[in-house]
Structures are given as C-alpha cells and as structure tokens.
C-alpha cells in the first residue's frame, strides 16, 4: 500500500520560516520525482517544487529563492524547506511522487502565514 504522509505544517508569522516533511512507503522511493504542490483557498492546486531522481530541482516563480526541496533516498522522505513566508504562501501542501504512469499524492498539511 502506497503511502505519503506529510508533516510540519503550522501556523507562523511572516517572515518566519517551516520546513516539510513527506514520508513515502510502498514504493521504489529513489526511482521517483518527488513533488510539493499547494492549493490555496478558491484556487487551482500549483507546483511549488520538484526534485528528479538525479537530484535536479525546479520552483514555481513565487517561491523561487525562498524555498528549497530536497529528498533523502535513505529515509524515503522529501522535504519542503520554507524562509520567508508571505501570507500568500498559506494553502495546503501536498507532497506527489510520479514515475511514468504511477501518480501518488499525500493527504496535504495547511500551512497558514498570518500576523
């Protein structure tokens, strides 16, 4: 059984900081592009940020610079690191692992950023 499980989102301030967690199990973890999408109220779900198997990574404008995504092959986890955090930064957080047609996804954790 496939599983994704997201942790470390919260309640913070702006300009404060959050790093994300997603622990896969069930799957060839190191085989995958691990992902971190967002969905804010009213709003489509976005990329923020991906990482490949080879460790390459790419962000979404808005995150660029403030964000960094990074994977731990041993521990089957990927992680969102948060700096910065704007208030349009709050949504849900959701963590997909794709590999050719598999197509996986976390159950989300809120990230609200609010003074």
């Known amino acids: 059984q496939v599983q994704l499980v997201e942790s470390g989102g919260g309640m913070v301030q702006p300009g404060e900081s959050l790093k994300l967690s997603c622990a896969a199990s069930?799957?060839?973890?190191?085989?995958?592009?691990m992902s971190w999408y967002r969905q804010a109220p009213g709003k489509q779900r976005e990329l923020v940020a991906g990482?490949?198997?080879?460790?390459?990574?790419n962000y979404a404008d808005t995150v660029e610079g403030r964000f960094s995504i990074s994977r731990d092959n041993a521990r089957n986890t990927v992680y969102l690191q948060m700096n910065s955090l704007k208030s349009e930064d709050t949504a849900v957080y959701y963590c997909?692992?794709?590999?050719?047609?598999?197509?996986?996804w976390g159950q989300g954790t809120q990230v609200t950023v609010s003074s």
């Open positions: 069930g799957i060839g973890f190191m085989f995958y592009t």
């Open positions: 997909n692992a794709k590999r050719t047609r598999f197509d996986y």
């Open positions: 990482i490949t198997t080879f460790g390459n990574t």
